[in-house]
T-cell receptor, first 116, second 114 residues
């Protein structure tokens, strides 16, 4: 199988601080990873596409200076929520693209962020 | 732009009964369609996908879905459900196979009643 991990699984922080979330593909290399956000009782919303060795591509309405993405290796992408505010509280989910003849996204278990 | 509609937020079904979870999409280009399942406290797991070819797609755990282009639908079905099928089911669409970010529906919570 293809396993994707996220760390931490849950984080609580004070307003104004920054939080880093890691997404790792454990048994395959991923040149492309995606970051999604999920509000309660709502669908996952794509935030950005992370490409190894290049700048991330952000969806319309997502502030790139607030949600910093770094994809420094083929197995790790990080999402940093800078100067977090209560409205940033959400469930953040990453996925890693496994290539081959039929590319498939494999999802991490998610990170629940609560900003006080 | 693409969108996905899952009309049923919750579907209760008795164990061993058949189930259909509905999914409709809209897109101005060719689409690729996916169903994911999310068990409590776990990440999303791919059930099945339609990229091309036969419109009837078989997935894991006995699920199947049929792509209907004229009705812009991709309904998920299972002939006999088990308690272990209790989960949240998400329909998703992309315009670039699996390589693009996905647009998800709001999800359907499948509740299996004994």
């Amino acid at each position: 199988g293809a396993v994707v991990s996220q760390h931490p699984s849950r984080v609580i922080c004070k307003s104004g601080t920054s939080v880093k979330i890691e997404c790792r593909s454990l048994d395959f290399q991923a040149t492309t990873m995606f970051w999604y956000r999920q509000f309660p009782k709502q669908s996952l919303m794509l935030m950005a596409t992370s490409n190894e060795g290049s700048k991330a591509t952000y969806e319309q309405g997502v502030e790139k200076d607030k949600f910093l993405i770094n994809h420094a290796s083929l197995t790790l992408s990080t999402l940093t929520v800078t100067s977090a505010h209560p409205e940033d509280s959400s469930f953040y989910i990453c996925s890693a693209l496994r290539g081959g003849s039929q590319e498939t996204q494999y999802f991490g278990p998610g990170t629940r962020l609560l900003v006080l | 732009a693409q969108s996905v509609t899952q009309l049923d937020s919750q579907v209760p079904v008795f164990e061993e009964a058949p189930v259909e979870l509905r999914c409709n999409y809209s897109s101005s280009v060719s689409v690729y369609l996916f169903w994911y399942v999310q068990y409590p406290n776990q990440g999303l797991q791919l059930l099945l996908k339609y990229l091309s070819g036969s419109t009837l797609v078989k997935g894991i755990n006995g699920f199947e879905a049929e792509f209907n282009k004229s009705q812009t639908s991709f309904h998920l079905r299972k002939p006999s459900v088990h308690i272990s099928d209790t989960a949240e089911y998400f329909c998703a669409v992309s315009s670039g196979g699996g390589a693009d970010g996905l647009t998800f529906g709001k999800g359907t919570h499948l509740i299996i009643q004994p």
